[in-house]
T-cell receptor
Framework: RKEVEQDPGPFNVPEGATVAFNCTYS??????FFWYRQDCRKEPKLLMS???SGNEDGRFTAQLNRASQYISLLIRDSKLSDSATYLC?????????FGAGTRLTVKP | GAGVSQSPRYKVAKRGQDVALRCDPI?????LFWYQQALGQGPEFLTY????????KSGLPSDRFFAERPEGSVSTLKIQRTQQEDSAVYLC????????????FGPGTRLTVT
């Protein structure tokens, strides 16, 4: 089983839709979790940190479920500019482990 | 402020050549990470520095890969005798803390081995 697993998608949604991604992790001792956004041929950019039970930033909400070992990202009122690949990540001792990413395309 | 920078942005090497990839982290950032990202995959951890100390190199795929950060700031990832399977984007990230902190990525070096 991979350290971090994500549904690769692609998710194709219309503008204004709500979309949710899940990410499961195998290291139950992990304390720090993150969502990154990566545009085509660009570097990952930090979207949100998830340090406790969850947090919200505008249209984006991240949740952490320690019992089931997954984190989720909810995007409300999606925009065309939200089209990207979304990577979840968590710390495993010294290094960060990433999922393969979920691709989102928002269509007009 | 200045983010993480990497050079060169693109590198084409003939199989068997040695290459050196440079990373300038955000000023004052203690931690520096190198990742390898293949097409359609997430970044894969290569190695981690805390200041000048290389604390984890468990992700380096072979002894042809070598990284250093001699003064605790700029880092170089060297790949000797490049192979076609080394073709990937090499990402550098830095962090202000020692563990558990957000990492900020540079633009990457796209290496193509022909």
């Amino acid at each position: 089983r991979k350290e971090v697993e994500q549904d690769p998608g692609p998710f194709n949604v219309p503008e204004g839709a709500t979309v949710a991604f899940n990410c499961t992790y195998s290291n139950s001792a992990s304390q720090s979790f993150f969502w990154y956004r990566q545009d085509c041929r660009k570097e990952p950019k930090l979207l949100m940190s998830v340090y406790s039970s969850g947090n919200e930033d505008g249209r984006f909400t991240a949740q952490l479920n320690r019992a089931s070992q997954y984190i989720s990202l909810l995007i409300r009122d999606s925009k065309l500019s939200d089209s990207a690949t979304y990577l979840c990540a968590h710390y495993n001792n010294n290094d960060m482990r990433f999922g393969a990413g979920t691709r989102l395309t928002v269509k007009p | 402020g200045a983010g993480v920078s990497q050079s060169p942005r693109y590198k084409v090497a003939k199989r068997g050549q040695d290459v050196a990839l440079r990373c300038d982290p955000i000023s004052g950032h203690v931690s520096l990470f190198w990742y390898q990202q293949a097409l359609g995959q997430g970044p894969e951890f290569l190695t981690y520095f805390q200041n000048e100390a290389q604390l984890d190199k468990s992700g380096l795929p072979s002894d042809r890969f070598f990284a250093e950060r001699p003064e605790g700031s700029v880092s170089t990832l060297k790949i000797q005798r490049t192979q076609q399977e080394d073709s990937a984007v090499y990402l550098c990230a830095s962090s202000s803390g020692t563990m558990g902190y957000e990492q900020y990525f540079g633009p990457g070096t796209r290496l193509t081995v022909t």
